[in-house]
């Protein structure tokens, strides 16, 4: 080993022992501590760790040493922490997380609330947005609108998503109460005509506005959350849904004249979830046990639900207001986005003693859409209403001394940081796959799409 | 005899008439007067007029008319030394000066000697030149005149001549006397003369005046004539006490030659003047106390040093050296030397130490305490005052341990064209309504910014007030327009919510229709036009002035309004139940000044009213004035109620958010300055927080941690806790109104910039 390390670097430089350790099980090195010079930067420990592993492609690494990236060569982290360079360093080191390049971005005509990146059945990816003039529509990546739904809700959609069944459909909810259910079948020519879908059923039971829809496909059932402090817990199964006649306005609005509503069949809830004191601003069910949700609102909690039985199981309550909820089911990690623009991660387990582990901080307003990378159990986007879409790594944490409300003190930045490309503009919904990217849309009424790729941007990161 | 006496008397009186106008043709009468018996009372009072004629004469020269009777020169002893000088004079100029010469009253005879001799005239016998009169006067002496009452005389003169007495009339004589009682009878006699002793007129007039009590001698004037020192005529020659010009001076001789002396004292350089004298003046800053008495003298005649005294030898030590200790023998020897003899007057002496020095204690010590006087040397070590003034400041904890609080704008809400007048946020803290000067009512999404509704109410009129009722049910938004009320039901809600308000709103229209006829009431409560109503506006309430502010009831059922140009009906209340406006206030001078804002208490039946000084808190339910709150403000702009009811904010134009505690006094406890402009509106937390704000023309909201206690004996705590910049000012106008979450920590304004913001 001793010849490794002293590949092409001018023995006059001051070594350091370094202890290279992973997480990725695939990835794992034989310990062995290692004396590497300290002008080495990310890049010569990456090609040190590929030519330890004998891959016969090159993957790019990051290396974190105490928490942190490391942005600079070994002998300025060193000035930087303060540490002698006789001690051995723990360093971790990590496929590296591409820096998500801007693609592309799909005007609309109105605000976007949110956006679905169809499931992976699909032959090819599109797009589900739901818009602020109260339409959901289907774009397809090279930003040809396929289908649009009929204006059956009379104000505007704040949520969507999608259902994955035999037939593919979908679900839009918003500020009008109601949840509409549409069936899409993909058609087969992309560029023919704007697809216009029709609704199936209207799932009615709450009394204020929709926050947020999840569906789960090994039970069939969705959530969705309101405003009026309601969880609603239905089921894409209609018939076992109780069928409810709506109260009609007593004075109908103009505009509630103009657009003809089609008539669709009215269901009501399963059950109705009511532990939270405030507005609910999302609900998930768990990625891999299907049958507990978690919610978040703005009384601060975060409520365990168990589906089966609908009660709530646990409750944490932290010390902001909480917009959004993502969870990381690998790392045992909830990701909660506040009012107080930082994101805090929670252990969800009973075991778990502490309220919340680590505080993610960079956001300038409140955090209102997570979601997990497709790629990485470690990783996961956030959309703000700052107007950024900001990527996180949960094992980039560290504990800092001016950490004071984050209580159990860590705290950690930003990965990287997407602007709109249209310049400002509010941030609504994030989603992220493997195959489109990372797609955002916001209050410049755009889908952006923004994605890593290729090995050349490796360098460009190192200057940055 | 009687006859004799009548001829006096008669005689007597006509001196009497002449008298006031004695002139120098009287001279006559004077010889008769002389011989006369009452000669010595005339003649007394007389006297100063005559003697003043008198004096005059002489020095004039001596030569006037007398009369001729003879006198001996020498008798006169005051003309002795004037009459040779003036008999010389007069001889010298008898040829030549006939003026000078006294043809009428000098009388020029040949002496024994054959010159001639000058006889001059006798000289009245005033009182102080000469006594001749004595002789007539009675020498009987002090005995009782009733001894010579069997006598025909009443006593005897000096020469030793009988003074006889005066005819006393006949028995009728005296009864016609006492029936006509002459001027100034007394009935007393003269004892010198026996005659009856009557006033004369001058007497008589002295006894009148003093009667009046006034002056009695004649020469005073109790009336002059009075001169008008100060007048309005302009004087020629003004009468002035102004000290002489010094142009009339006329310099001294003598005071010239020193002038000149010092002069030339000037130029030669012997005198300098303005010497610079303060630093001979100057008192040394420290006296030098141990420095020698007195200064060296200069060497003179006079100035005999003292001699220098040798410095003490040895033997004066207190413990000299063993060898200057005299021995027996040394001891003796002084000892029976005679004191003028001896060497030195001492022997020296050995002592182990100053203080058993005899005589130590009371000596020296105090000499050298004495000194320690002199030098003002300290005894005690006084501990200067050591207190930090950092710990003096009141204790406020760090705002960093009050969070949260808002501290950043999290959303804009535009598109208000113009100034948004007025925000509030729902009662579920989800939307927020707004009115503007476009004369829309824009409901929008919290946390998103969309505006979700619009209402356009007017397009002259802004929306000054907009409002949502307090209560859970029925989602009602009340808008003041110009001077009508809009009570809204806005179409965002559950059809079952909506509905539910439009009930509450409608159910008043029976109560309205049974009123009808009934006397004007202040407002009138009227359906919408169509399209008003199809927009959700239920009920519109017009009163006859422009409502600035509107507040809603606890329960919702009733709403207060101000309309501030309304003198007489500017405080409105409505109820929602009934269709009914009242003005609680019949008489203007119940709300004497304009009503600004106006408040209900949010548990007790009171009404909070604020004028532009005052805020007067008025008992609903007994229909009194029941506090007047001074805040001390020129111009309140609003006022806000803490939601337990006991503590107040005021926001006023003059800068100043005063806080009242409303047990403690009808003044402010705490008076908080910290805008630069006027404040607009205040606004207490109701959610929970204990946090208030202010919002200024300074494009500024602020907010502080206002904390109340239980305890009644602790104040409330008050700290600043953020500015909050964002608002752009526009037209002299910053943030015109602010709401807090019902729930949250966070704060929506509405500035004149054309947006309102949430600040979280």
């Known amino acids: ?464 | 005899m009687t006859a004799k006496a009548t001829t006096r008397k008669r005689s007597r009186a006509e001196a009497e008439a002449e008298k006031p106008v004695l002139s120098s043709e009287d001279e006559f009468e004077i010889p008769e007067i002389n011989g006369d018996e009452d000669s010595s009372d005339d003649s007394d009072f007389t006297a100063g007029d005559e003697d003043s004629d008198e004096e005059e004469e002489f020095s004039s020269g001596a030569e006037d008319e007398e009369d001729e009777e003879e006198i001996d020169s020498d008798e006169i002893p005051s003309e002795d030394e004037a009459s040779p000088k003036e008999n010389g004079a007069v001889n010298d100029d008898t040829s030549d000066d006939e003026e000078v010469e006294p043809a009428d009253n000098v009388k020029v005879v040949t002496g024994a000697d054959g010159n001639p001799r000058y006889i001059y005239p006798e000289i009245e016998p005033v009182y102080d030149s000469d006594d001749t009169d004595a002789e007539e006067t009675n020498t009987i002496g002090n005995i009782p005149l009733e001894y010579y009452e069997s006598y025909p005389h009443i006593g005897y003169d000096i020469n030793g001549k009988r003074i006889m007495r005066p005819a006393a009339g006949k028995a009728l004589d005296t009864l016609l006397d006492s029936i006509e009682l002459p001027k100034g009878w007394t009935g007393l006699v003269d004892k010198n003369s026996g005659a009856a002793l009557n006033l004369t007129e001058e007497e008589l007039e002295i006894v009148k005046k003093l009667q009046r009590s006034e002056i009695t001698d004649e020469s005073f004037d109790p009336y002059p004539d009075m001169v008008e020192w100060f007048s309005s005529k302009v004087e020629q020659m003004p009468l002035s006490s102004a000290p002489e010009p010094k142009r009339r001076f006329v310099p001294s001789k003598h005071e010239q030659k020193r002038i000149m002396k010092i002069v030339k004292g000037i130029r030669e350089g012997r005198i300098l003047p303005h010497k610079p004298q303060a630093e001979a003046s100057q008192e040394p800053e420290f006296y030098d106390i141990w420095a020698d008495d007195a200064p060296p003298k200069p060497d003179h005649v006079m100035n005999i040093p003292a001699p220098k005294l040798p410095p003490p030898t040895h033997d004066e030590s207190y413990n000299p050296p063993p060898e200057y200790l005299p021995n027996e023998k040394e001891k003796k020897e002084w000892e029976e030397q005679d004191p003028e003899d001896r060497e030195k007057n001492y022997l020296p002496r050995t002592h182990k130490a100053l203080r058993l020095v005899p005589g130590f204690n009371g000596f020296i010590g105090e000499r050298f305490e004495r000194c320690l006087d002199l030098y003002l040397a300290p005894r005690v070590r006084r501990n200067k005052l050591n207190i930090d003034p950092a710990s003096l400041l009141p204790k406020l904890p760090s705002p960093d341990d009050l969070k949260p609080f808002p501290t950043t704008c999290a959303t804009v809400y535009r598109g208000h064209e113009g100034r948004v007048r007025s925000v509030s946020a729902d009662p579920t803290g989800v939307w927020v309504a707004t009115g503007g000067d476009d004369g829309t009512i824009r409901v929008w999404e919290i946390l998103t910014g969309r505006q979700v509704w619009k209402l356009k109410v007017s397009s002259d009129e802004a929306v000054d007030s907009v409002t949502w009722r307090p209560t859970p049910e029925g989602r009602i938004l009340a808008a003041a327009c110009g001077n009508e009320i809009l009570l809204v039901v806005p179409p965002i809600f559950d059809i079952e919510e909506e509905n539910q308000g439009k009930e509450i709103l409608s159910a008043g229209y029976g109560y309205a229709a049974n009123r009808q006829g009934k006397k004007e009431a202040p407002g009138t409560w009227s359906k919408p036009d169509a399209a008003l109503e199809e927009d959700g506006v239920v009920v519109t309430i017009t009163v006859r002035k422009t409502v600035k502010y509107i507040a809603w009831h606890r329960r919702g059922d009733y709403l207060v309004t101000v309309s501030p140009e309304d003198v007489r009906r500017a405080v409105c209340v409505h109820r929602v139940s009934t269709h009914l406006s009242q003005t609680p206030f019949k008489e203007k001078s119940v709300t004497k000044g304009i009503p600004q804002r106006v408040q209900f208490h949010p548990s007790k039946p009171l009404l909070f009213v604020a004028t532009k000084r005052y805020i007067k808190i008025y008992d609903l339910a007994k229909a009194e004035l029941s506090k007047t709150l001074k805040p001390g403000a020129r111009w309140i702009s609003s006022i806000d109620i803490h939601p337990q009811g006991d503590n107040l904010i005021v926001g006023s134009y003059d800068k100043r958010l005063l806080w009242h505690d409303l047990d403690l006094s009808t003044k402010p406890y705490r008076t908080l300055r910290y805008h630069d402009k006027g404040i607009r509106a205040v606004s207490f937390h109701r959610g929970g927080f204990p946090l208030f704000c202010s919002s200024s023309d300074d494009g500024t909201v602020q907010v502080f941690h206002g904390r109340i206690y239980s305890d009644l004996m602790e104040n409330a705590l008050i700290v600043p806790l953020k500015v909050l910049k964002g608002h752009k000012i526009t037209a002299h106008l910053g943030v015109l109104d602010v709401d807090w979450h019902p729930k949250q920590p966070w704060l929506f304004s509405a500035g004149a910039d054309g947006t309102a913001r949430l600040w979280n």
């Open chain 1, 1 to 464: 080993m001793a010849d490794t390390m002293d590949i092409d670097q001018p023995s006059s430089s001051p070594r350091i022992q370094i202890n290279l350790s992973t997480r990725d099980t695939t990835l794992s090195i034989p310990l062995q501590p290692l004396r590497v010079p300290t002008n080495l930067k990310r890049y010569g420990l990456s090609t040190l760790v590929n030519h330890l592993l004998e891959t016969p492609n090159p993957i790019p690494f990051d290396f974190l040493v105490d928490g942190k990236y490391l942005r600079t060569s070994i002998d300025e982290y060193l000035t930087q922490a303060g540490l002698s360079s006789e001690k051995p360093l723990d360093v971790e080191y990590v496929r590296s997380q591409l820096p998500p390049t801007y693609v592309g971005s799909f005007e609309q005509d109105d605000w976007i609330a949110s956006v679905n990146i169809s499931p992976s059945s699909f032959s090819s990816p599109v797009l589900l947005t739901g818009s602020y003039n109260g339409t959901a529509q289907i774009t397809s990546l090279s930003g040809d609108v396929i289908a649009k739904t009929v204006p059956m809700h009379t104000q505007s959609v704040k949520t969507t998503t999608w259902v994955s069944g035999e037939t593919p459909s979908f679900l839009t909810a918003g500020l009008d109460r109601a949840i509409n259910l549409w069936s899409y079948t993909p058609p087969s020519d992309p560029s023919s005509q704007t697809l216009e879908i029709q609704p199936t059923t209207s799932f009615i039971s709450h009394k204020s506005t929709i926050t947020s829809l999840t569906y789960s496909s090994s039970t069939s059932q969705f959530l969705s959350s309101s405003a009026d402090h309601t969880i609603a817990l239905w089921s894409t199964d209609t018939s076992s849904l109780p069928t409810i006649t709506a109260p009609q306005s007593t004075a109908f609005t103009r505009k509630r004249r103009r657009t003809k509503a089609p008539t669709t069949i009215k269901k009501g809830p399963l059950a109705v979830l009511t532990p939270h004191t405030a507005p609910v601003s999302q609900v998930i069910i768990h990625p891999t046990d299907q049958t507990v949700a978690y919610s978040v609102s703005w009384d601060k909690s975060i409520i365990t639900h168990d589906l089966i039985t609908s009660l709530a199981v646990s409750t944490r309550t932290t010390q902001h207001p909480l917009f959004s909820i993502t969870a990381l089911p690998s790392v045992n990690l909830l990701a909660a986005g506040s009012a107080a623009r930082h994101i805090t991660l929670h252990d969800p387990r009973e075991s778990s003693k502490t309220v919340q582990t680590a505080v993610l901080r960079g956001h300038t307003n409140g955090v209102v859409s997570l979601v997990g990378s497709p790629e990485s159990e470690y990783v996961l986007a956030s959309g703000s209403h700052d107007g950024t879409v900001r990527i996180w790594d949960v094992r980039s944490v560290s504990s800092s001394s001016s950490d004071n409300d984050g209580g159990e003190g860590k705290s950690g930045g930003s990965l990287f940081v997407i602007k709109r490309e249209s310049g400002t503009g509010k941030v609504f919904g994030v989603d992220w796959s493997r195959e489109v990217g990372l797609v955002s849309v916001g209050e410049d009424k755009k889908i952006q799409v923004n994605k890593g790729e290729g090995m050349a941007d490796v360098t460009v990161m190192d200057q940055t």
